[in-house]
């Protein structure tokens, strides 16, 4: 690694670390959905206010683009927005997660237009206010997270089919793309975090941004299902 600074092996486990202790949340919710126990108010809840989140990831990655120099890093990322946003027969993350959310029953206008946890509204527009005063490399390393992702998306994937049969199948496809998207995403993160994270102070504060990002969707999940009556101990 750079001079100074830790080696490539610890500066890997450390940004993984700092992202998998903030998975509190991430795991409860997946547990309720596992053991079948997440109320249809929940699981709507959570896709209405998790839609905010979904429609103003384009704008953090602008953020991203917006601070960075290297023309390198700025096609990689780019392609973040196009698959997000959509292009040509691509939907993109935000319509996927449109039709998961009329797939659960909630009407496209309710979740467009909703009424979104005053929380999930403050924890966003942090998210998306770090990306744009903050480094590119700190902005990136908030995607460090992703890795865990594909192990969250089976788990739930199997739980929809095994406990929830009045979603509609086909609404589900956002958790299909999500699987292998969030595999690569996360790997491009955490690679380019360790190839430009120059010294010791530069990668811990990549370390505090991959934990910021973790801390965001903990804080909405939190919300949410506080919102939704799920007790703080299961």
Same mark, same amino acid.
């Given at each position: 690694?750079n001079k100074?600074?830790y ?9 993984v670390?700092?992202?998998g202790k903030?998975g ?5 919710f997946?547990q309720l ?8 108010e929940?699981l709507r809840?959570w896709?209405v206010?998790w839609y ?11 953020a ?7 023309? /390198? ?7 973040k =927005?196009l698959e997000? !946003? $959509? ?6 993350? +935000?319509?996927?997660?449109l ?10 206008e309710e ?9 999930v509204v ?6 998306v206010e770090?990306a744009k005063?903050?480094?590119?490399l700190?902005?990136v390393?908030?995607?460090v997270?992703m890795?865990f992702?594909?192990m969250l ?5 199997l ?8 979603v ?8 299909r793309?999500l699987?292998?998207?969030a595999r690569? /995403?996360?790997r ?5 975090? =360790?190839?430009?994270? !120059? $010294?010791?102070?530069?990668q811990?504060?990549? +370390? ?5 990002g ?5 804080r909405i ?6 919102e ?7």
């Amino acid at each position: 690694m750079n001079k100074g600074g830790y080696t490539r092996d610890e500066f890997e486990r450390m940004l993984v670390q700092a992202v998998g202790k903030t998975g509190v949340n991430r795991r409860r919710f997946t547990q309720l959905l596992v053991a079948g126990k997440a109320s249809r108010e929940l699981l709507r809840g959570w896709a209405v206010n998790w839609y905010f989140f979904e429609r103003n990831v384009p704008r953090k990655d602008g953020a991203i683009i917006s601070n960075c120099d290297l023309v /390198d890093v700025r096609r990689l990322w780019v392609t973040k =927005i196009l698959e997000h !946003d $959509g292009y040509g027969r691509n939907e993109g993350a +935000i319509e996927g997660w449109l039709r998961f959310a009329t797939g659960l029953g909630v009407p496209r206008e309710e979740v467009t237009q909703g009424r979104y946890i005053e929380d999930v509204v403050d924890a966003v527009d942090n998210y998306v206010e770090f990306a744009k005063s903050k480094s590119w490399l700190e902005g990136v390393a908030m995607s460090v997270g992703m890795v865990f992702v594909p192990m969250l998306v089976e788990q739930r994937l199997l739980a929809f089919r095994k406990h929830y049969p009045w979603v509609e199948q086909d609404s589900l496809d956002y958790f299909r793309t999500l699987y292998s998207k969030a595999r690569r /995403d996360g790997r491009m993160a955490l690679q380019l975090v =360790i190839k430009y994270a !120059d $010294g010791k102070t530069v990668q811990r504060d990549s +370390i505090r941004a991959a934990e910021f990002g973790g801390k965001v969707q903990e804080r909405i999940l939190l919300s949410v299902m506080r919102e939704y009556g799920v007790p703080e101990r299961e």
